[in-house]
């Protein structure tokens, strides 16, 4: 079955330590997003990926960085300069050109800085 | 800017009507709509374009009024399994269904419904 996924599912880091959350996708869709989720504040995006190596700043980049060497990956650090990092982190990708312009969903990384 | 939705929280009893809503400070191409389940993934609902086309999907529908930059979501004869929280997204101006762009999404509206 197709679809998005994203591990770990839960993670504990220290702060100061940078970590990586992963987004693979099967679905062949050439466009992903990183959102973050906080109570009381919806989603909130991060970065977004419209093809292979090239990506943008979403609204709330600043203490993350990304990379798309490959079309079906999309891995999102969260690095020390992030200064509120406990979040649910969700990915997403969607179909370009021949596309309705939803949104597939992962079922997120709850990410908690102790 | 994140677009506004309101009510914040809405509690029904089922076969209930409740309507959302969402606005926005900015210019709107596209509105779309997603429920996310407790610990599950946000799930599209629909998508609106510029045009103040009205859509629907069962029981639940809504509008766009592009001149009033806001959305409406209608859930009519409600049933236990819309509880969740609701988000509209939206398209700024130069918005494709085709480009990969990015959304903005609201901060959602929690949805409950009981027997």
């Known amino acids: 079955d197709g679809g998005i996924t994203q591990s770990p599912k839960y993670l504990f880091r220290k702060e100061g330590q940078n970590v990586t959350l992963s987004c693979e996708q099967n679905l062949n869709h050439d466009a992903m997003y990183w959102y973050r989720q906080d109570p009381g504040q919806g989603l909130r995006l991060i970065y977004y990926?419209?093809?292979?190596?090239?990506?943008q700043k979403g609204d709330i980049a600043e203490g993350y960085s990304v990379s798309r060497e490959k079309k079906e990956s999309f891995p999102l650090t969260v690095t020390s300069a992030q200064k509120n990092p406990t979040a649910f982190y969700l990915c997403a990708s969607s179909i370009v050109n021949s596309g309705s312009g939803e949104l597939f969903f992962g079922e997120g990384s709850r990410l908690t800085v102790l | 800017q994140q677009p506004v939705q309101s009510p914040q929280a809405v509690i029904l009893r089922e076969g209930e009507d409740a309507v959302i809503n969402c606005s926005s400070s900015?210019?709107?191409?596209?509105v779309h709509w997603y429920r996310q389940k407790h610990g599950e993934a946000p799930v599209f609902l629909m998508i609106l374009l510029k045009g103040g086309e009205q859509k629907g999907h069962e029981k639940i529908s809504a509008s766009f009024n592009e001149k009033k930059q806001q959305s409406s979501l209608y859930l009519t004869a409600s049933q236990l399994s819309y509880s969740g929280t609701y988000f509209c997204?939206?398209?700024?101006?130069?918005?494709?269904?085709?480009?990969?762009?990015?959304?903005?999404f609201g901060t959602g509206t929690r949805l409950a419904v009981r027997p």
């Open positions: 990926s419209q093809i292979v190596n090239d990506f």
């Open positions: 900015k210019a709107l191409y596209s």
């Open positions: 997204g939206t398209g700024a101006e130069g918005w494709k269904k085709s480009s990969g762009d990015k959304l903005t």
